[in-house]
């Protein structure tokens, strides 16, 4: 078979080196014939793909010779069916096909996971497969879930403030006379806590609080009573909202 080097008397009639005007034979690689062509001395040149990496970039790339020889065109000669001998003792698996298995707890000094414990420490949980600590393991002290106290239903609404807050600055940079809800704060352009999670609008503020614009509507899910007696001092009027609907509730 002329894959072994020993080219049949069919095949080396029609793939004989003809009389034509080209380098040696032995000058460069890709004039050779049979095994000389498959890139037998590939390991003594700088290859392109390499086992540890892609054109100079870092990573491990399996029959890195044998994919370089295949992107270089050295195995299209196996593909011609009128000039090569196909047979059973010549046939090649495809690059990285067959990958070398690792074989893992043979080496007393080795390192990674090739040594006699095959990566694993000598005892404990990291040795087991799986999750090698439960969840919320802390060692010796108790677990952060045991250790927190547990708080009522009326103590956690206590820490929550479901509503997005407006103060009497928002509301007093509104000209006389207007119509506003927290919508229409942000389409003025009044910087206004951004309404993220909760979609329900608290009006805040305080006696203390400068607030100079009459005849405010302001429509909102829920008043201070500090913030109501200012709009309401001024001649406003407080519209309250439904919690679920976000319709006016009392706007008469």
Do not use: W
Request: hydrophobic share 30%; glycine share 10%; proline share 7%.
């Amino acid at each position: 078979s002329s894959f072994m080097g020993a080219q049949t008397a069919t095949s080396y009639a029609l793939s004989a080196p003809q009389d034509y005007d080209r380098a040696p034979v032995d000058e460069h690689y890709s004039y050779r014939h049979g095994a000389a062509s498959m890139g037998m001395i590939a390991k003594a040149r700088l290859e392109f793909l390499s086992p540890s990496g892609y054109n100079g970039r870092h990573g491990e790339i399996f029959a890195a010779e044998r994919r370089e020889m295949r992107r270089r065109g050295e195995e299209l000669y196996m593909h011609d069916v009128d000039n090569f001998e196909l047979t059973y003792f010549n046939l090649v698996p495809a690059p990285g096909a067959i990958k070398k298995r690792v074989v893992r707890g043979r080496g007393k000094y080795q390192g990674g996971k090739r040594g006699n414990a095959a990566g694993m420490p000598s005892k404990g949980p990291k040795q087991r497969t799986g999750r090698p600590y439960p969840r919320g393991f802390d060692a010796a002290q108790a677990p952060i879930n045991i250790t927190t106290p547990k708080l009522y239903p009326e103590q956690k609404a206590l820490m929550k403030n479901p509503y997005t807050s407006i103060n009497l600055g928002h509301l007093d940079q509104v000209a006389d006379g207007e119509e506003v809800d927290y919508h229409d704060l942000v389409r003025i352009g009044i910087k206004v806590p951004p309404c993220t999670v909760f979609k329900r609008f608290k009006v805040q503020g305080s006696m203390d609080d400068e607030f100079t614009t009459k005849n405010l509507t302001v429509y909102a899910h829920f008043f201070e009573p500090a913030a109501r007696d200012k709009i309401e001092s001024l001649g406003g009027k407080c519209v309250r909202l439904h919690d679920y609907t976000h319709l006016p509730l009392d706007e008469d």
